[in-house]
């Protein structure tokens, strides 16, 4: 058996290799582009899977890997794919470049510059030969013998089968097994393609599990089911029904809502429902997109390239232009719009909303979902809806459907959705003073409040619950938008009516029974608000506090105030920040949550920093919020180190306090004498 040193290679670090022959190490990218072709591969090593080592509960369940030794198989598919691509098989590939674009010219380097000039380019030869051979086989086996509805929902498995099967497949190292192309929605290229065989019996990847899916998609459209988490419907049934239930994350439930015979689709720009009448519709449901997050369009061409070649002729109106139509989709794309790529986004977003304020009857009801890491793209959204004709009747904050958590196309970093339900503005706005508005918020979200006290006691978290006061006081504001008067007059934008929501939410305490001290810096006081009495904070969680906030995770993790582990948030402990700051000049010891932690972290048993020598220095200046801070934590602190930590500094800063004032006594003594 040949063993495989996997320690040595040619990879001495990140995008760099080392010549074989000199060992000369090179950036790869210079090196590919000087070529002007991709970059040599060579089949390195193969994976296998032997049932009986499985039987034997061998290392690995049975999977294996060897060294490659022969290349016949690849080079006997290489050879007919150049017999064949210019004769039977040439017009089942697609010929075009990769058109200009943000993923395709902009990132990673330009992908031509990595010889990706064109989309054969993106396939090996025996990727090639396979893909052609298969499109051609769905176009024509059988002649008359499928119906073409049949060969279309076959192209279905093809297009997933694409993804699978390119030079963007890789291993994925992390989780130790294949991975398709554009899992993180951009055409990075890799740097450990793999090629999963086309008929395996097993495995994730191969043509036999692209197809797999198809009949299972025939039973869902008669009868559909969505997931439901196991916890959930443990705390909605009787005792008897939940102990029945699977030991599963999630159960299938069936909403008996099949998909029914006389649904239209059609395939056009959401800014022009043109063909459909004003006021007839009841409801309109959209998943929009959000800002940059994902450049649909330009990832489709990926796809689309290759359909086209055998849809075209059916469908010509679709499938003639050779890329996918890009000018009307609604995202913030740098290469179309380099001038404004947001407000073009704005734009696009704001006509779509216009068009189903039309086309909804008075009473209609428009819900969408959002999901967004940042706080920016809500605010645009929430914006330009305003600015449709809507108004916000209630926000609903869910978790995020779990196959989207794991780097599935499109929706990476996000945790959590929020359903919004929206009702049109039949009346021209009132004016109103924002003075005015906090007072009916107020009112109203203490009217929220047994309703929320039930949801928190069925165990909704708290960023949850606030995220629904949120909500109410956004409804307010989105019935009056254009016409919420700031105190100088000026109307107040969604930014501004955001923030202002927020503080106004803190300071009535509706959410805090023991409010983080209000001398506190803003950063600070939303800090302590998610670490109100613990150490540790789920990442959804953070994001849901910090929105409306514009701040975001990476600001504190940049401040060194807290660090990400397996989605969850810590706040790094004191003795460490206290620690981080020895030698330090103090005078860049400013900001009043890292006075509070250095002095509190200084006072942890063996230290071995002087909280008197930092006090005493001339450069310290003590925030004015430090003392009010240290008995925060005094009082609120996560564990009762920190909590004893904190009233050790607040003995130390009480007595620097009073020499202070027995200083200032003295000069003003010595001026009075002088
Ligand atoms: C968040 S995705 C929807 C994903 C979908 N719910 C799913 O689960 O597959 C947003 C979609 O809006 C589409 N889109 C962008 N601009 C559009 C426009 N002007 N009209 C209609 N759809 C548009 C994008 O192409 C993308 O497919």
Redesign the pocket.
């Known amino acids: 058996m040949s063993k495989i040193d996997t320690r040595n290679g040619s990879v001495p670090k990140k995008s760099n290799y080392a010549c074989g022959r000199c060992g000369t190490v090179q950036d790869i990218l210079t090196t590919v582009k000087a070529s002007g072709k991709s970059g040599p591969v060579a089949a390195y090593m193969l994976q296998g899977y032997c049932p009986g080592s499985r039987e034997r509960s061998s290392a690995y369940g049975g999977r294996f890997f060897a060294a490659v030794q022969n290349s016949a198989a690849f080079d006997a598919a290489a050879r007919e794919w150049e017999q064949r691509r210019d004769r039977d098989l040439a017009p089942y590939w697609p010929r075009s470049e990769l058109p200009h674009g943000f993923m395709t010219h902009h990132l990673n380097g330009g992908i031509p510059n990595h010889g990706f000039t064109h989309w054969w380019t993106m396939f090996n030869p025996r990727q090639l030969l396979v893909h052609a051979l298969l499109l051609k086989a769905i176009h024509q086996v059988g002649d008359g013998k499928h119906r073409w509805e049949a060969r279309e929902y076959v192209l279905g498995a093809f297009q997933q089968y694409l993804r699978n099967q390119c030079m963007l497949s890789f291993w994925h190292r992390a989780k130790d097994h294949f991975a398709p192309a554009l899992s993180n929605g951009n055409y990075h290229p890799k740097d450990v393609s793999i090629e999963c065989g086309v008929f395996c019996r097993i495995g994730y990847g191969p043509w036999t599990s692209s197809y797999s899916g198809l009949p299972e998609s025939v039973d869902w459209s008669a009868d559909p089911w969505e997931l439901v988490s196991t916890e959930f419907l443990q705390s909605r049934l009787a005792p008897k029904e939940a102990a029945d239930l699977p030991k599963s994350k999630s159960v299938k439930v069936r909403p008996e809502d099949p998909v029914l015979p006389r649904s239209t689709i059609a395939c056009g720009?959401?800014?022009d429902l043109g063909e459909l009448a004003d006021g007839t519709f009841d409801l309109v449901v959209t998943?929009?997109?959000f800002g940059g997050l994902v450049h649909?369009?330009e990832l489709s061409d990926f796809f689309y390239v290759w359909l086209r070649l055998v849809l075209k002729d059916r469908y010509p109106d679709y499938f003639t232009a050779p890329y996918v139509p890009k000018t009307?989709?609604?995202?913030s794309n740098k290469a179309r719009q380099p001038e404004d790529p947001d407000g073009y986004y704005r734009k696009?977003l704001t006509q779509?909303w216009k068009q189903a304020y039309r086309i909804l009857k008075p009473g209609g009801i428009l819900a969408f979902t959002f999901h967004h890491a940042e706080d920016a793209p809500w605010v645009d959204v929430l914006e330009s809806l305003f600015e449709g004709g809507f108004y916000l009747e209630a926000v609903y904050p869910i978790r995020s459907d779990e196959t989207k958590g794991e780097g599935e196309f499109?929706a990476k970093q996000v945790e959590y959705d929020i359903i919004h339900v929206c009702r049109k503005r039949t009346d021209d706005p009132k004016p109103v003073s924002w003075a005015l508005m906090r007072r009916q918020v107020l009112e109203d979200i203490k009217g929220l409040k047994q309703m929320l006290e039930l949801h928190q006691k069925a165990g909704l978290p708290e960023a949850d619950l606030q995220l629904i006061r949120c909500g109410k006081a956004l409804e307010y504001y989105s019935r009056h938008y254009g016409k919420v008067m700031k105190a100088n007059g000026d109307p107040m934008d969604v930014k501004d009516a955001m923030a202002g929501i927020r503080v106004l939410l803190d300071e009535e305490s509706l959410a805090l029974k023991d409010p983080p001290p209000a001398a506190c810096d803003g950063m600070t006081r939303q800090f302590l608000r998610m670490f109100t009495g613990t150490d540790h904070v789920a990442r959804d969680q953070v994001q849901k506090y910090l929105r409306g906030t514009s701040l975001s995770p990476s600001q504190y993790e940049e401040r060194g105030w807290c660090f990400e582990k397996a989605k969850v948030f810590h706040m790094t402990p004191f003795l460490e920040i206290a620690r981080r700051w020895h030698g330090k000049p103090r005078q860049h010891l400013a900001s009043d949550y890292d006075q509070a932690a250095f002095v509190i972290g200084a006072c942890y048993e063996g230290s071995n920093i002087s909280v008197k020598e930092t006090l005493s220095n001339p450069k310290f200046k003590a925030h004015p919020a430090l003392g009010e801070l240290v008995q925060w934590f005094a009082d609120h602190g996560p564990n009762a180190d920190l909590r004893k930590a904190a009233r050790q500094a607040l003995v130390h800063l009480r007595t620097w306090q009073s020499k202070q004032v027995e200083i200032k006594d003295a000069q003003q003594k010595l001026n009075l004498e002088s």
């Open positions: 720009s959401a800014t998943d929009p997109p649909y369009s009307l989709e609604a995202v696009l779509a499109g």
